[in-house]
T-cell receptor, first 113, second 112 residues
């Protein structure tokens, strides 16, 4: 275990549903990340938060809406998704500004029907 | 354009073989180069490289960075079936908040 948890681990949703992914870190970090991992493609950075402020939005469609209420929690709200949004969504955290790696959560496997 | 390029995309080896994975990267705003292992779940950290020519070693795994030629290699000696995974290379940029750009990964399959 890396100290980063994600729920749910698996999610199936229709294109008209609204759901949320949750990430929590117990490492005292102050930077949190959302990544999308599709088959045969590199990890795609979606959003970055530092000290609860969004510092990166990598041209992500508005049907993905992040929320960071505090440095330990990160959410990804999903609505009106498309089948091509099916992927593994990974959360990560690290100490902002430090020359250190990120620590990844186990991911949420999302299937959009 | 691809900031991080890994090769090969996949390979199959027999237990006991040595594997060499390659990662080339773009130099713009480069801070460090990282390697991760991913086995159907969260990527786990292997190495971080910031200085050229200094080998980092952990058991049967080792890695080195060449900042002149802009590449890194990851070596796995005496491979075991437990080494089967996707190996990811990432570059960390100089952005103060820490931006990581990943390659597509190399799928390694070690057969008994």
């Amino acid at each position: 275990e890396t100290g980063v948890t994600q729920t749910p681990r698996h999610l199936v949703m229709g294109m008209t549903n609204k759901k949320s992914l949750k990430c929590e870190q117990h490492l005292g970090h102050n930077a949190m990340y959302w990544y999308k991992q599709s088959a045969k493609k590199p990890l795609e950075l979606m959003f970055v938060y530092n000290f609860k402020e969004q510092t990166e939005n990598n041209s992500v469609p508005s049907r993905f809406s992040p929320e960071c209420p505090n440095s330990s929690h990160l959410f990804l709200h999903l609505h009106t998704l498309q089948p091509e949004d099916s992927a593994l969504y990974l959360c990560a955290s690290r100490r902002s500004g430090a020359l250190e790696t990120q620590y990844f959560g186990p991911g949420t496997r999302l299937l959009v029907l | 354009e691809d900031k991080v390029v890994q090769s090969p995309l996949s390979l199959v080896v027999h237990e006991g073989d040595t594997v060499t994975l390659n990662c080339s990267y773009e130099v713009t705003n480069f801070r460090s180069l990282l390697w991760y292992k991913q086995e159907k779940k969260a990527p786990t950290f292997l190495f971080m490289l910031t200085s050229s020519g200094i080998e980092k070693k952990s058991g049967r795994l080792s890695s080195i960075l060449d900042k002149k030629e802009l590449f890194s290699i990851l070596n796995i000696t005496a491979t075991q079936t437990g080494d089967s995974a996707v190996y990811l290379c990432a570059r960390m940029t100089t952005d103060s908040w820490g931006k990581f750009q990943f390659g597509a990964g190399t799928q390694v399959v070690v057969t008994p």
